[in-house]
């Protein structure tokens, strides 16, 4: 069966990049969507993930004929609901076009006066506050803080390109903003967000419309950029002190000198949520093991007690993430693992769990890019966009519980800054409710 998952995952790839690509060059969809970054973490979560499990399938446990059978059953039905919801459900569209129309407004004098507030929300991560719970909330919304702050910096560096202020300040809370992801205590995730900001704020405001093989190609080559940081900072980012500034500043110092470094190439790209995966089939499906027991929606109930403290409840339900490794003493110690959506779907019932998430997932996906269609100049929404990106990268590889909270935290803190805006300066726009053009 091993070859049978080199193709299939060879063959997820391409669909997932023709999936991306096709209807944008046929000017059907946007190309700097929900669905394209969540297409384009499946392609890599998924497949890359698989391909690499062909290289030493036993890893963690012998897997039968079935395991792959239901891996391969497992992918097919999450991925053609998740089509078929986001192609053909019509209800987030007509959403969409009722809510969330009104905004306040979005001048540059606005934009300029909120984004000191942007990076000051970063504090609440760099100088956390020392009470349970609110010290949590406050850290997980502000750091991405400084993801809105280098979006705002780029739409008025936008409407006045030549303007020497925006590109000094630009430059600044750009770098301020990648440090800060460098120490945000979450991987790579945040750093993604960051240099997010620039193709989605170019693409949205500027580009939308240009000449698509162009756009596809220029993407590609900010993409690949993107990847080389990423890849140096997987090779830098491991025994530091969190929170600190300073160790961002020695950090960066040492990036160029692993930019192009194999190993670390290797241990992002696609990881080994395949594996786990397969583990989660294993013990959840096939061979059923003794003491682990299905767990339905086991997700949503995570993500519903997520706020409470663990220190105010000592049996608060884990992430599938860390009791997986954990429990099957396949681990090294202390590490949390991406078991992937499918194996999440194994272990919270099966096929049938696979399609009610896929069902979510496809209709807030597209309720997401209605709106970006709807309102493309909107610099909250871009920073929705660009804050949650490395979230929704990640989220086919999971947890897909935890990844979900920093998804809802990055949407809160674009919320948060309307709010504020709206209390000082009013609302000020109002967006239509009419049918978007599919941007080409």
């Known amino acids: 069966m091993i070859w049978l998952l080199y193709i299939f995952c060879w063959a997820f790839i391409a669909v997932m ?17 929900t669905w394209s970054l969540f297409l384009l973490g499946s392609a890599c979560f998924i497949g890359l993930s698989g391909i690499g499990t062909t290289k030493w399938p036993n890893r963690l446990v012998e897997h039968s004929r079935a395991d792959y059978l239901w891996f391969f059953s497992g992918v097919i039905t999450f991925y053609f609901t998740l089509w078929l919801t ?45 009470i349970q719970g609110l010290g949590q909330i406050v850290a997980n919304v502000g750091k991405y803080g400084t993801v809105y702050g280098t979006v705002f910096m780029l739409v008025l560096w ?28 979450s991987g790579r995730r945040e750093m993604v967000g960051v240099l997010a900001t620039f193709p989605t704020a170019l ?28 890849n140096a900072y997987s090779s830098v980012r491991h025994n530091r002190d969190l929170r600190s500034l300073a160790t961002a500043v020695a950090m960066l110092q040492r990036l160029p000198e692993h930019m192009m470094d194999a190993s670390g190439m290797t241990q992002m790209l ?5 594996d786990a995966s397969m583990l989660a089939i294993n013990v959840y499906r096939t061979e059923k093991w003794d003491g682990f027991d299905v767990k339905p929606f086991h997700t949503i109930t995570y993500i519903l007690v997520n706020p ?16 997986l490794p954990r ?7 202390g590490e949390n693992w991406g078991p992937g959506i499918i194996g999440h779907g194994f272990h919270e019932g099966g096929l049938h769990i ?5 069902v979510i997932v496809g209709t807030v996906l597209r309720f997401c890019d209605e709106l970006l269609a709807r309102q493309p100049n909107n610099p909250y929404l871009l920073g929705m966009l660009a804050a949650s990106s490395g979230q929704i990268v990640a989220w086919p590889r999971g947890d897909i519980a935890v990844f979900t909270m920093q998804i809802v935290s990055a949407v809160l803190a674009g919320f948060f800054l309307a709010a504020i805006a709206r209390i000082f300066f009013g609302r000020g726009v109002a967006y239509s409710h009419e049918n978007p053009q599919a941007g080409g």
């Open 17 to 33: 990049l023709l999936m991306i690509t096709v209807p944008y060059l046929r000017r059907q969809r946007d190309l700097l969507t």
């Open 86 to 130: 986001y192609n053909y459900f019509k209800w987030p569209r007509r959403l969409a076009a009722r809510r969330l129309r009104k905004w306040p407004k979005m001048s540059s004098p606005v934009l300029f006066v909120l984004m000191p507030l942007c990076l000051l929300m970063s504090l609440g991560l760099l100088a956390p506050v020392q």
């Open 158 to 185: 936008i409407r006045q390109p030549l303007n020497p202020l925006y590109i000094c300040l630009l430059a600044g809370v750009a770098f301020y903003s990648f440090g800060v992801s460098m120490v945000s205590g």
């Open 203 to 230: 693409y949205w405001l500027k580009y939308r419309y240009s000449n698509r093989g162009k756009t596809l190609g220029v993407v590609f080559v900010l993409g690949l950029a993107s990847v080389v940081l990423l």
């Open 270 to 274: 696609g990881q080994d949520a395949v």
């Open 308 to 323: 409470i403290p663990r220190v105010f409840w000592e049996d608060k339900p884990e992430a599938l993430g860390t009791t």
């Open 327 to 333: 429990d099957t003493r396949k681990w090294s110690g």
């Open 354 to 358: 696979l399609v009610i998430y896929a």
